[in-house]
């Protein structure tokens, strides 16, 4: 059974950073898509960055030259290196990834449980 696990939250002051990681478990073929999506208190989930099996990258215009989206395919792994956080950057974030596996042969989205990350002084 495929399983995405974030790390890597936690209490940060106004200006720090932290890195944040998604490990992908079980019978994979490939890991297509990678992306981070964030879900503040009281509002909707939305996209912070994202990376393809290539490893293009887009990113989220409040998160644009503070956040860095990376993956290491063989440790089927991505990052979220969040550097220069903002108290509006709390939020709880979820790992995305668009995964091959043995049922699904063009891919299948799956999702983390999600890690809280709180920028506060």
């Known amino acids: 059974q495929v399983q995405l696990v974030e790390s890597g939250g936690g209490l940060v002051q106004p200006g720090g950073s932290l890195r944040l990681s998604c490990a992908a478990s079980g019978i994979i073929f490939s890991i297509n898509a990678m992306r981070w999506y964030r879900q503040a208190p009281g509002k909707e989930r939305e996209l912070a960055a994202a990376?393809?099996?290539?490893?293009?990258?887009n990113y989220a215009d409040s998160v644009k030259g503070r956040f860095t989206i990376s993956r290491d395919n063989a440790k089927r792994t991505g990052y979220l290196q969040m550097n220069s956080l903002k108290p509006e950057d709390t939020a709880v974030y979820y790992c995305y990834a668009n995964i091959a596996t043995v049922d699904w042969a063009y891919g299948k989205d799956f999702w983390g449980k999600g890690t809280l990350v709180t920028v506060s002084s």
């Open positions: 990376i393809s099996n290539g490893g293009s990258t």
